[in-house]
């Protein structure tokens, strides 16, 4: 009997834990924590696939709740494809865009933008680099409360 009860107590906990790890259903390897220096919060990054021939790189980030990249802008540009969770796009002097599962984002060429988790919700989302050659990332400023509360 006491095996029992501590058998429906370890699974109880269990399932608390799983709620509080924001019940998203991961489907790569959550990867390493990204650094402070580009991102607000806690995000983490893993590397799927890299072409050289092809120019192309393919990764997936998981943001938990509240986390955000800082404002950057991708040479050649970036696809976005939201596999589970809830967050927001924006590119500089455009409204901010809610994203959910299925939701597929265009970053233009050079443009400044930003993406993250909602405040409740964390947000994984698989990204999309091609001619690398032209360069991959440039990081620019934090995304601000304002700016992420707007």
Request: proline fraction near 4%; glycine fraction near 12%.
């Amino acid at each position: 009997m006491n095996k029992l009860f501590l058998g429906t107590l370890l699974l109880y906990f269990g399932m608390i834990s799983a709620q509080n790890n924001d019940e998203l259903n991961f489907i790569f390897p959550k990867g390493n924590l990204g650094s402070e220096s580009n991102f607000t919060g806690d995000a983490f990054n893993v590397g799927l696939a890299y072409n050289k021939e092809m120019g192309t790189i393919v990764g997936n980030v998981y943001f938990e709740p509240g986390a955000r990249s800082n404002w950057h802008l991708h040479p050649s540009g970036q696809i976005l494809i939201i596999t589970d969770g809830e967050g927001y796009h924006q590119i500089k002097g455009e409204p901010k865009q809610l994203l959910k599962k299925g939701d597929v984002v265009e970053c233009p060429a050079g443009k400044l933008h930003w993406h993250g988790a909602s405040p409740t919700r964390g947000m994984q989302q698989m990204y999309i680099l091609t001619k690398i050659e032209n360069g991959i990332v440039e990081w620019r400023n934090a995304v601000s409360d304002e700016e992420y509360n707007n």
